[in-house]
């Protein structure tokens, strides 16, 4: 089955503390993004990578890495997380640019004390 | 930079009733359209898309869509609601060459008996 796949799908964690939100797809799409979902924000673009090795900020960036070292791999890295970063956090893949459908994991619901 | 509008943050349709939700966006020229659906505690799913063309397109679920390019407008609408019908619904953009994609902060559909 086609899929989008994040882990953990709930986590509570303390200001600070490291943590990888992963996200795989079996699509064997090139194009990966990394949005928040904030009440009354709608989704906003964190990251985006075109391929392997390739990533690219995206409007909300901030306090965020992500790396991409396999096609089928974009985790999500907060390297001190802070309560701003409490969210819902969505993966996303695409085969190609533009018009093509972007396919959503289940979402990562973040809580950050 | 692009922008996408969803004018009405909550709606409330009974059961039956017929359901217009509005989405205008701002960019230049015509841009990729969607409609996501995001039912409580799911990811989204792709309702429907635009691209070029007829600007009536149909989606899944009986929904459809009509671009305006006069009105820089894609509103969905269905004839008749179904309970299960209500969910969050996204309006977002997408540009040719890119995967990113620029969400509306959605619509809230409630549906009474």
């Known amino acids: 089955e086609a899929q989008v796949t994040q882990n953990p799908r709930y986590l509570i964690t303390v200001t600070g503390k490291k943590l990888t939100v992963t996200c795989s797809q079996n699509?064997?799409?090139?194009?990966m993004s990394w949005y928040r979902q904030d009440p009354g924000l709608g989704l906003r673009q964190i990251y985006y990578s075109m391929n392997v090795e390739v990533t690219d900020k995206g409007d909300v960036p901030e306090g965020y890495k992500v790396s991409r070292k396999e096609k089928r791999n974009f985790p999500l890295i907060l390297e001190s997380p802070s309560p701003n970063q409490t969210s819902l956090y969505f993966c996303a893949s695409t085969p190609g640019r533009g018009r093509d459908t972007q396919y959503f994991g289940p979402g990562t619901r973040l809580t950050v004390l | 930079a692009q922008s996408v509008t969803q004018p009405d943050i909550h709606i409330t349709v009974s059961e039956g009733a017929s359901l217009e939700l509005r989405c205008n966006y701002s960019y230049g020229a015509t841009p990729y359209l969607f409609w996501y659906v995001q039912s409580p505690g799911q990811g989204l799913q792709l309702l429907l898309k635009?691209?070029?063309?007829?600007?009536l397109v149909q989606g899944i679920k009986g929904f459809e869509a009509e671009f305006k390019r006069s009105q820089s407008s894609f509103n969905l609408r269905k004839p008749s609601v179904h309970w299960s019908d209500a969910a969050e619904y996204f309006c977002?953009?997408?540009?040719?060459?890119?995967?990113?994609?620029?969400f509306g902060k959605g619509t809230m559909l409630l549906v009474s008996p």
């Open positions: 977002a953009v997408g540009l040719p060459g890119y995967s990113t994609l620029t």
């Open positions: 635009y691209f070029s063309g007829d600007t």
């Open positions: 699509m064997n799409h090139e194009y």
